[in-house]
């Protein structure tokens, strides 16, 4: 005779959750670094903040440049007269490339 099986555990659906993970990166080869910046489940809060990360990058590698000189005809470097206010800040923002999110999902 068959017998029905009242506790039989039925498959549960697996629900997958997506986070989008904001990181900007920058350096290069040995020195490249990634930061996570923070983590969100709106993928309309990471375009957001990246947008306007990216824009205000931009804005501030582009004010820096009236600083810059070529050193030796082929790197580009800041301005001697400029090392002791603008260097740091400068330096900072050339190790910065871009700002980023990646999609991750849990189950």
């Known amino acids: 005779m068959n017998k029905i099986k009242t506790n039989a555990q039925l498959p549960q659906a697996i629900v997958m959750t997506s986070y989008y993970l904001v990181r900007y990166s920058g350096g290069g080869y040995e020195d490249a670094f ?4 923070f983590a969100t489940n709106k993928k309309s809060t ?3 903040y990246c947008t306007k990360f990216n824009k205000l990058l931009k804005k501030w590698k ?14 580009t ?7 002791d206010t603008k260097f740091y800040r400068w330096n900072e923002l050339q190790k910065i490339s871009r700002c980023y999110y990646e999609v991750v999902s849990v189950r």
């Open 34 to 37: 990634d930061v996570v910046v």
């Open 46 to 48: 990471a375009t957001k």
């Open 62 to 75: 582009d004010y820096y440049k009236q600083f810059e000189t070529k050193k030796y005809g082929i790197m």
């Open 77 to 83: 470097w800041i301005a001697d007269e400029h090392i």
